[in-house]
């Protein structure tokens, strides 16, 4: 029998909160949720997580924070992922960083991320990087099974290729709905490597981790960097926005429909990533990025 499933596309919103780095923030649970609230306040219900962010500690965080306001969970929309395997003193079964899709691992991790983050159902699962050992046919089950039991709404990658994307898809009844790759002015190989035209074939949504590529845009000494900044900051300022308001714009500009992921636990910060929706690009804007991080013009 195959399952009704979401149709395609994500139903998130445009910009995404991550939370890989929620254990530095040094919030109450009550601080946290205050900050969940504001991010909802601004129209950002899409929340990113993963099972080893913060050395396994994230997600609890959050879940001690919704736990407190548990009505606001049918106002998001929660992304976690799962399959990489660190070894930490949090996790002393794990021995060896590695990969696990079995059926038997991903069943667990999700059991254990829905109890931490005192929530029901995940809305979009993620297989968070490929494995050389990946069996797309025990994937399949899993996700099934997820499906069936209302613990997963929905199913999607991150850092997948295209051919490793399909060969998932092609085991599954379901779409998946997200790859989450790397996207920023100085990380262009997704841009080029077919990656974003297959997201569009697809309707799948390409969510952006790294946006700002780690901070190097703002801090970067490498000739790149110095290239890119220089034209982002002409460009702001004729545009009258800053900096990183212009490279979540560069990144919306784009066909696919790419959900930059913002990782800072400061709402200001956040707030300017939405304000940056309004700001237009023009062609010519967007391609004097692409050349400057190129070092050349286009052929």
Not at 34 to 63: P, S
Not at 87 to 104: F, L, Q, T
Not at 149 to 165: E, Y
């Amino acid at each position: 029998m195959r399952h009704q499933y979401h149709p395609l596309g994500f139903d998130g919103s445009r910009i995404a909160q991550g939370f890989w780095r929620m254990n530095e923030w040094n919030m109450t649970a009550e601080a946290s949720l205050g900050f969940i609230e504001a991010c909802l306040d601004l129209g950002v219900t899409t929340f990113d997580h993963a099972d080893i962010y913060g050395d396994y500690q994230c997600e609890t965080l959050f879940g001690n924070a919704l736990a407190l306001k548990p009505a606001l969970r049918e106002k998001m929309e929660i992304v976690t992922k799962c399959g990489i395997l660190l070894p930490s003193s949090n996790r002393p079964d794990i021995n060896v960083h590695r990969y696990d899709y079995r059926a038997e691992h991903i069943l667990a991790s999700v059991d254990r991320s829905l109890a931490i983050l005192q929530c029901e159902y995940i809305d979009t699962l993620l297989l968070h990087r490929p494995s050389p050992l990946m069996d797309a046919d025990e994937i399949a089950q899993a996700f099934d099974l997820l499906f069936t039991l209302g613990k997963v709404k929905h199913f999607g990658v991150s850092n997948f290729t295209t051919n490793q994307f399909d060969l998932l898809q092609s085991r599954l009844d379901a779409p998946l709905i997200i790859n989450q790759v790397e996207l920023s002015p100085l990380a262009l190989q997704h841009f080029e490597d077919g990656t974003l035209d297959h997201a569009q074939r697809h309707a799948v949504t390409p969510m952006a981790w790294s946006p700002f590529a780690g901070g190097e845009l703002f801090s970067g000494t490498d000739e790149k960097a110095k290239r890119v900044r220089a034209i982002l900051g002409e460009m702001a300022q004729n545009k009258k926005c800053s900096v990183d308001q212009l490279v979540v714009a560069w990144l919306l500009r784009h066909p696919s429909g790419i959900c930059p992921v913002m990782g800072s636990g400061k709402i200001e910060r956040l707030a300017a990533a939405v304000n940056a929706v309004s700001i237009e690009l023009s062609d010519d804007d967007w391609f004097r990025v692409w050349i400057a991080s190129q070092g050349h013009s286009v052929a």
